[in-house]
């Protein structure tokens, strides 16, 4: 009983500085920003033109969603990725003057788990 | 017993070891480790995706009231996916193939032909989680029985990517054999990058504790 109310008291602290930690990310999303700092950025400076931004479905879960990133980083033409489960996208850095091309790119988005519902490539999603 | 032990205390060691995640089918060629403690039973399953449709790996588990423990092959097939813009669901098959060792109706050191075959589904949001999951296992004189196990959670808060994420949930187990019984556990589900952990106590006052890393 004793280590019950330990267990439940620790929870419970969790949740209270998890809850304060968070509340600062929740306002960004309604603005529709993103915070740099809340997403994996594993991109460095990458020119808009070198990057593909990719809508996906069932982009849910954070611990799931790790597969995009051991997917796409496997690949010597992958500069890095950026996870938005926000936005149910990601974005792929490219390193300068590659490409992946659409058939690819859906395959790779098959093998992490989720389905590819819209590929816009270079400025054009800003 | 102490080789269950001692598998056991390695795997909790590699809980800590750099890299390691929590579906049954990963990515192709990903890793994953799980290892799930509860009132029942013990448990370790290191797989590898040579696909993104199945898994295959050894698994052990260690049934503590019993005694007995089963080493075998697992192998984990995606059966159906259904991607959704806010949500996801899947449906996989599982069995596994090996030996069981005990001591109940068998001869002390006798190694047994033993099997399971399991169904698993489930569906989530990113603030809603739902899974159910049952079980035949057949380990010839040494156990023959039913376990299936629901899942329900919320997720206090939602995370961003690479925030440490947070579910409350409750599991309901239900066992068929000699100790058929059906007991609730209340716990609460962490994960961060490629690590995860779940801790929580049953009604019947059994500890749960699980970790999955993937790699």
């Known amino acids: 009983m004793k280590i019950s109310i330990r267990v439940i008291f620790f929870m419970t602290l969790f949740f209270a500085f998890q809850s304060l930690a968070h509340g600062e990310h929740e306002h960004n999303h309604e603005g529709q920003v993103v915070e740099p700092s809340a997403v994996s950025n594993n991109m460095g400076n990458v020119a808009c033109e070198d990057t593909i931004n990719i809508k996906v479905t069932g982009l849910v879960c954070d611990f799931c969603a790790r597969s995009l990133e051991k997917v796409f980083l496997k690949r010597g033409d992958v500069g890095g990725v950026k996870v938005d489960l926000g936005k149910g996208s990601i974005v792929v850095a490219m390193k300068p003057g590659l490409t992946i091309d659409d058939a690819t790119l859906t395959k790779l988005i098959a093998d992490s788990g989720y389905n590819v519902s819209a590929i816009r490539r270079g400025c054009e999603h800003g | ?215």
């Open chain 2, 1 to 215: 017993m102490k080789l269950t032990v001692f598998t056991l205390c390695c795997v909790i060691l590699m809980g800590y070891a750099p890299q390691s995640l929590s579906r049954p089918v990963s990515y192709p060629g990903g890793w994953t480790v799980m290892q799930k403690n509860d009132k029942n039973a013990h448990s370790l399953h290191v797989h590898y995706s040579p696909t993104a449709k199945y898994s295959i790996g050894y698994r052990t588990e260690y049934w503590r009231e019993e005694d007995w423990q089963f080493h075998g092959v697992q192998i984990n097939y995606l059966v159906k996916r259904l991607n959704a813009p806010a949500s996801q669901a899947n449906f996989y098959l599982k069995g596994g193939l090996g030996t069981a060792y005990g001591d109940l109706g068998v001869p002390d050191g006798e190694l047994q032909p033993a099997a399971f075959a399991d169904i698993a589904l489930d569906w989530e949001t990113r603030r809603y989680f739902t899974s159910y999951e049952n079980r035949v296992y057949y380990a010839e004189d040494i156990a023959k029985f039913f376990r299936q196990k629901a899942r329900v959670g919320i997720a206090p808060y939602i995370g961003d990517y690479g925030d440490i994420h947070t579910w409350l949930m409750l599991q309901v187990d239900h066992i068929t054999g000699e100790r058929d019984n059906i007991s609730f556990t209340p716990f609460v589900r962490f994960f961060k990058n490629e690590y995860l952990a779940e801790v929580g106590i049953s009604d019947k006052g059994g500890i749960l504790f699980n970790l999955i890393i993937r790699f």
